[in-house]
């Protein structure tokens, strides 16, 4: 059976750049533009160039070598020829594969936003694509409002649409700009679209996720014969975003539904990358990646109830849906105060802690646990720290040094021009090698200036730790009162690409930082030998 051709879209570059808090450079367009490219991505939207210095110059080359790069921007200017229209100019001038122009396709926009009248709008849509497809680009038109139009005025946004196909374009996107149309809407509205004329093989579907369901209108659309779909990473884009292509290609690939039906052109071997490229990308934009992400959150495939867990280990597809495995995730059975000693084997064994069920020092670690929890630890979310214990447990952890004590001081002062300054210092003694050692460091705020002082001077360890940064940090207050018992939980990386947390409690959050920076360092020194033994033995 042949499969149909499914073409993904990425906006990345211009809808995600809507996204507060998110401006990117040309740099960052350029590492995002090569991650989008290797991975598969039959087209790859680069921006809007001449509306802003950084797109500008961002197209002043081609930035794919497999996709087709697209240029974005607007129709001509009703009044004015397609010649002589300086925006069209500068996206026929951008170096672009493709240019994807966006349209007024409900009456009431071209009326309020546009103040023409809807004939010369439709005689814009034609002739901005005919313009592109005369200097040798394939040409697309961005239907903006196009289901709400279609609610309105059906015959109107008909007439859009038609207008640009008729002109020669290649592709006619279908977007839902207000994120509230329902999936059977999109799904009948596409159906009555194919009927007027327009071939399913020339429509896309561009989706907003206003109400959760950009990726179902997506699938709705792709359903009843769109065969184009945009979307962007991790569904980053204005208000609550777009439609997100690292759910949505696991979906078509993965689900016999659609890949029975439908090639995406995006490898196998690449498939098997989308956890990593998800969380690449979240990495660049210097953001926490969200854990309950489909398919790629670390949460994905994370079971907690003892019950689950003990069928999980039985028989895997008894609660996954897809092998982790295919999306480059892992199985997680979590320990907790909730869990039974599936979970807890199942995870010491993924960690390479060979334990049998009835050794008693599973009982041991199992109470240990359920004891510490009560105190208020969390080591379903500080998988680092759970394994320090383990080991502690079960066997031994290195003494790589030893804190002797730690003073921490916090001083609120005036300046010479009157402005208030805060000025945090932290002294810590440590045992290495028998040797005593003492360092001291200021930073921004206590938590920063103990861990700049803890691993100030580690010694011979030292050069082990320099490419460690901390890069969440949590704190949650377990009960009322100043006087509080206080939760700390911490995230670290290092070059690598290896992402871990610890966790921290006690009824100073000083000293809940601290016990969590001490596990990060740790748990950091001791993979580094993990990971030295399996060199040595390849």
Known sequence: ??????????????????????????????????????????????????????????????RTHHASFVAFGMTKRAGVSASNDPGLAALLQAKSDAICFVAKSWDYHVRVALGCTNEENLESIAESVKAAVSAGREAMIDCEHFFDGFKANPDYALACAKAAFEAGARWVVLCDTNGGTQPSEVREIVGKVIAAGIPGRNLGIHAHDDTGQAVANSLAAVEAGARQIQGTLNGIGERCGNANLVTLIPTLMLKPAYAQRFDTGIPAASLAGISRLSRNFDELLNRAPEPQAPYVGSSAFATKAGIHASALVKEPATYEHVPPESVGNRRRVMVSDQGGKSNFIAELKRRGIEVGKSDRRLDTLISLVKEREAMGYAYEGADASFELLARRTLGSVPEFFRVESFRCMVERRYD???????????????????????????????????????????????????????????????????????????????????????????????????????????????????????????
């Open 416 to 538: 010479a021009k009157g402005s208030i300054k805060t000025v945090s210092e932290a002294i810590v003694k440590i045992q290495i090698d028998g040797e005593e050692r003492m360092s001291v460091a200021e930073g921004h705020g206590p938590v920063n200036a103990l861990d700049i002082a803890l691993r100030k001077d580690l010694g011979r360890f030292q050069n082990e730790i320099a490419d460690m940064t901390l890069v969440d940090f949590k704190v949650r207050i377990l009960n009322g009162g100043t006087e509080a018992i206080t939760r700390v939980l911490i995230e670290s990386h290092d070059s690598t690409g290896a992402r871990w947390w610890t966790v921290g409690v006690s009824d100073n959050i000083i000293d809940a930082s601290f016990q969590a920076l001490m596990d990060s360092i740790v748990y950091k020194l001791m993979k580094n030998r993990e990971m030295a033994g399996l060199v040595a033995a390849e």
């Open 1 to 62: 059976m042949t499969r149909e051709r499914l073409y993904l879209f990425d906006t990345t570059l211009r809808d995600g750049q809507q996204t507060p808090g998110i401006d990117f450079s040309v740099e960052d367009k350029v590492a995002i533009a090569r991650m989008l490219d290797e991975f598969g991505m039959a087209y790859v939207e680069g921006g809007y160039p001449g509306a802003n210095p950084t797109d500008t110059a961002f197209f002043e080359k081609s």
